[in-house]
């Protein structure tokens, strides 16, 4: 059974370098217990007990461990600079159909809950997946 096990431990090392995602690199470490184990003992039952044990130690312990070096998941991107930033409507605006706004002298598709004519300046609130959601700047006379 010790063969069983060690081929096992080999098949998720190599599905752990492929995935890069820490998806069963606890249950390979698990699999080496196993392994182990089964040198002591023919009894597959404490061989079994033993890998689900070792799974739910190593997957809890490690687990708030993997969280934190993952981070956020946040990815910071160059489209980020654009929101808080002043542009001109190029094409006009309206609640049903998204326009144009030129922001940072690059054109973009743009929606926003009211309606924005041509001309008029526009903040840009956030990035809704290609469109920037914006609001009309009313300009002090």
């Known amino acids: ?34 392994a182990i184990i089964s040198i002591f003992t023919e009894n597959t039952m404490i061989q079994l007990a033993g890998f689900i044990l070792t799974s739910v130690i190593t997957l809890v312990l490690t687990k708030p ?22 542009g ?12 144009e706004v030129k922001v940072d002298g690059k054109r973009w598709s743009a929606i926003s809950t009211k309606k924005i004519s041509v001309g008029k300046k526009v903040e840009v609130l956030s990035i809704e997946g290609v469109k920037l959601h914006v609001k009309e700047v009313k300009e002090d006379d």
């Open 65 to 86: 461990l993997v969280k934190k070096l993952r981070g956020k998941g946040i990815v910071p991107t160059n489209l980020d600079r654009v929101i808080g930033k002043v």
């Open 88 to 99: 001109m409507v190029t094409e006009e605006i309206t609640k049903l159909e998204p326009g």
């Open 1 to 34: 059974m010790v063969d069983v096990w060690l081929i096992l431990f080999v098949v998720l090392i190599v599905l752990e370098m492929a995935t890069v995602n820490l998806v069963s690199i606890w249950f390979a470490i698990a699999s080496l217990v196993a």
